[in-house]
């Protein structure tokens, strides 16, 4: 099974149904797009539906929320977009403190939400790195 064997390491550290549902959206686009980097962002743009990053791993999105994360999940490819990193965009601003006050991110009372946004992303790259590295 290809999504298995090409399954990043942040969804490694998931959920069994955070990977079930990436493995799923990437063999079958595999089956349709062929292997590689068209692929992965099918998969990444199945997961951001009910999923978000949290530190160096997936999490089910607050209160069970579906559809797009990002500009770049809600648009067609051709269209593009900024990503949101696994962060969802969609989410209040109390859910984003929640967040940010679970990575330890400090000055968080004092953000705007698009600046918890830039700093959950900021911390996420960071744990994952971490991970990564460990």
């Known amino acids: 099974m290809p999504g298995r064997e090409e399954m990043p390491s942040t969804l490694e550290r998931s959920s069994k149904d955070a990977q079930r549902t990436w493995i799923k959206a ?16 099918v998969a990444y743009g199945a997961l951001k539906h009910t999923y978000e990053k949290v530190g160096d791993h997936w999490e089910r999105k ?33 859910h984003l403190y929640a967040l940010a006050q679970r990575l330890g991110i400090d000055g968080r009372s004092r953000m705007s939400k698009s600046e918890l946004r830039d700093a959950i992303r900021k911390a996420n790259r960071s744990e994952t790195r971490a991970a990564r590295s460990s």
């Open 62 to 94: 607050e209160g069970g929320r579906k559809g797009p994360s990002d500009p770049r999940s809600a648009k067609p490819r051709q269209q593009g977009g900024r990503s949101g990193e696994g962060v969802d965009e969609n989410a209040s601003k109390e």
């Open 26 to 41: 990437h063999d079958s686009a595999v089956e349709q797009y062929g292997e590689g980097e068209r692929a992965h962002r």
